[in-house]
């Protein structure tokens, strides 16, 4: 067996519409699927390299659970990569999109990110595109 892929990146949205809206605003996605199963719906949206961002919102919802970035045997975080992480944080100034750490360059990794949280608590790591890569 090899792994040929990554398909998609699924999220379980507090509020479909403000989760359309973020992602349609602050990383400028459109969306390109939409599917009704019944008890949920499957949003989606086009990412690189042919995955997707897929948005679940359920009908019956629990309440969503509050835990540490260090929390351990949980996932924690998807990564991004845009062309110029000053353009996205002030995206994300102008549409109040919960900055957790600002542009910088982080010496061990040898380039900059930023780290952001969706509108469903969801962190977004975002590295910005090496120049001549």
């Known amino acids: 067996m090899t792994i040929t892929g990554l398909d998609h990146i699924t999220i379980n949205v507090v509020s479909l519409e403000v989760s359309k809206a973020f992602y349609e605003n602050v990383f400028m996605l ?15 949206y086009a990412l690189p390299c042919g995955i997707r961002l897929e948005l679940i919102d359920y009908e019956m919802k629990d309440m969503p659970v509050s835990v540490a970035p260090t929390h351990v045997g949980m996932y924690r975080h998807f990564c ?5 992480l000053n353009e996205l944080m002030e995206r994300c100034r102008q549409y109040k999109a919960a900055v957790t750490s600002e542009p910088a360059f982080v010496e061990g990794l040898g380039r900059r990110n930023m780290l952001l949280l969706d509108p469903n608590g969801v962190e977004i790591e975002v590295f910005e595109a090496v120049k001549g890569e």
């Not at 699927?33 to 989606?44: A, Q």
């Not at 991004?80 to 110029?84: C, K």
């Open 30 to 44: 459109t969306q390109n699927g939409f599917i009704d199963m019944g008890d949920h719906t499957l949003t989606y």
């Open 80 to 84: 991004l990569e845009v062309d110029s």
